[in-house]
């Protein structure tokens, strides 16, 4: 079964500084997607970045960018220049490529503060 | 309104209540989710309809009901709660198929006593 771990439950920054959130999965697939999710106080969560396992290059969102090794089943997410409205829980989360339904598998989740 | 739209936000029941949980979606999707987010816990995946067809049902207890009378709206029945069934419920809505991203709602907090 595919698991997904966040081995993070908190993390903090200063603004204008860089941090990055760890996640780890496992799987036997091959073609699969991987996400990078932000939950805020508001608790709507927010998609923030995308990547396709068949796709060797990181995916990069403005600020955020991804650090994917396929091998290592590693997809950990960099924030640059943090800002204060960056402070939310981040999930990781995984899905199956095809299928017939959009099943995401979640981490657990970073909580991520940024301090002034 | 646009996006995915929850109501109520917050919700406390008795054991012996029956309430119901919305969620309306204004994106022309096609397939609807519950989610259940408990503290300190992954996500768990509840229901699945997917062109108004239920097609996941992870072993979620009959206390729960879900209803999907069209493509737009997925309501949420509760019935005979425990406490641990207190957690805030997300809905979400996607496309079958395409780039298969899921858009959430905001949720509703329930606290069953």
């Known amino acids: 079964a595919q698991t997904v771990t966040q081995s993070q439950p908190e993390m903090s920054v200063q603004e204008a500084e860089t941090v990055t959130l760890s996640c780890t999965y496992d799987?036997?697939?091959?073609?699969?997607?991987l996400f990078w999710y932000k939950q805020p106080p508001s608790r709507q969560m927010i998609l923030v970045i995308r990547?396709?396992?068949?796709?060797?290059q990181n995916a990069t969102e403005n600020r955020f960018s991804v650090n994917f090794q396929k091998a290592a089943k590693s997809f950990s997410l960099k924030i640059s220049d943090s800002q204060l409205g960056d402070a939310a829980m981040y999930f990781c989360?995984?899905?199956?490529?095809?299928?017939?339904?959009?099943?995401?598998?979640f981490g657990t989740g970073t909580l991520l503060a940024v301090q002034p | 309104e646009t996006g995915v739209t929850q109501t109520p936000r917050h919700l406390v029941m008795g054991m012996t209540n029956k309430k119901s949980l919305k969620c309306e979606q204004h994106?022309?999707?096609?397939?609807m989710y519950w989610y259940k987010q408990s503290a300190k816990k992954p996500l768990e995946l509840m229901f699945v309809?997917?062109?108004?067809?239920?097609?996941e049902n992870n072993s979620v207890p009959s206390r729960f009901s879900p209803e999907c009378p069209n493509s737009s709206h997925l309501f949420l029945h509760l019935h005979t709660l425990q406490p641990e069934d207190s957690a805030l419920y997300l809905c979400?809505?996607?496309?079958?198929?395409?780039?298969?991203?899921?858009?959430f709602g905001a949720g509703s907090r329930l606290t069953v006593l």
């Open positions: 989360a995984y899905r199956l490529y095809g299928g017939a339904t959009n099943k995401l598998i």
């Open positions: 994106l022309g999707h096609n397939a």
């Open positions: 309809y997917s062109l108004e067809e239920r097609v």
């Open positions: 990547q396709e396992a068949y796709k060797q």
């Open positions: 979400a809505s996607s496309q079958v198929t395409g780039t298969n991203v899921l858009t």
């Open positions: 799987t036997s697939e091959s073609d699969y997607y």
